[in-house]
């Protein structure tokens, strides 16, 4: 059997006359933590939001833990149950306490009771180091600390596989630690996670392997050893030298 969360296969995705993916195929094994890197542009979010049908692809084939979501017979909701994610933007419910931000879905979805998804949600607050803000409106939170929100939220689900897309890009540069902490101690913790980020030190550090896109398509992929410190394909460089060194200039 195989053990791949997440199986990718000749993934298109157009918008209108453009397109976006132009044959992605990817296989995120169980505990693995796949980084995508690539410019502006590219298509990562794209694939990202492919994953959960939140997009609806062009063709091809998505497969998350068993379920295949491109098979118009599927039972979409029950397939993404369990598909965490993690946007740029952390989507609370500013009119909801931290704790009930927590509990509505799994309430609502998971038809668990109060006390039960109320248990889980500290749980999940205590991961990633919120605990004492369970009753906290997120107004009253750093960018940070609702971008930890956002991660227990989407745990308090029991996710098989977490999907970030550049969750720290919109944060402050002195919060951006804390969130990438958070990441890192679910990568330990054996967590799946598909993560889009420009943050080449995580990835270094955390990412099992790393996918460079560009136009739609993986031009590189490999240990970040091999990717990005050593890289085979002339677009990887020209990327990678303008994202470590956003100065530097690539002669034409
Ligand atoms: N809903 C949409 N409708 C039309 N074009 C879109 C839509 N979403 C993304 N695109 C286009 O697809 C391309 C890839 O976008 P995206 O996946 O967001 O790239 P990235 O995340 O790598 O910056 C861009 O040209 C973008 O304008
Ligand atoms: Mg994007």
Known sequence: ??????????????????????GIDLRVARGEVVCVIGPSGSGK???????????????GRVVVDGAELTDPEVDLDAARRHIGMVFQQFNLFTHLRVLDNLTVAQRKVLR????EA????????????????????????????????????????DPRVMLFDEPTSALDPELVGDVLGVMRGLADE?????????????????????????????????????????PKEPRTRTFLARVLDPTHTVPE
């Open 112 to 115: 668990r009771d109060r006390a």
């Open 1 to 22: 059997m195989s053990d791949a969360v997440v199986e990718i296969s000749g993934l298109r995705k157009s918008f209108g006359q453009q397109e976006v993916l132009r």
């Open 190 to 230: 054996g967590m799946t996670m598909l993560v889009v980020t420009h943050e080449m030190q995580f990835a270094r550090e955390v990412a099992d392997r790393v996918l460079f896109v560009d136009d739609g398509r993986v031009v590189e992929q490999g240990a970040p050893s091999e990717v990005i410190a050593a």
């Open 45 to 59: 979010s794209t694939l990202l939001r492919c994953v959960n049908l939140l997009e609806e692809p062009t063709a």
């Open 118 to 157: 109320e248990a889980v949600a500290r749980r999940n607050l205590d991961r990633v180091g919120l605990a004492e803000k369970a009753d906290a409106m997120p107004a009253q939170l750093s960018g940070g600390q609702q971008q930890r929100v956002a991660i227990a939220r989407a745990l308090s689900m």
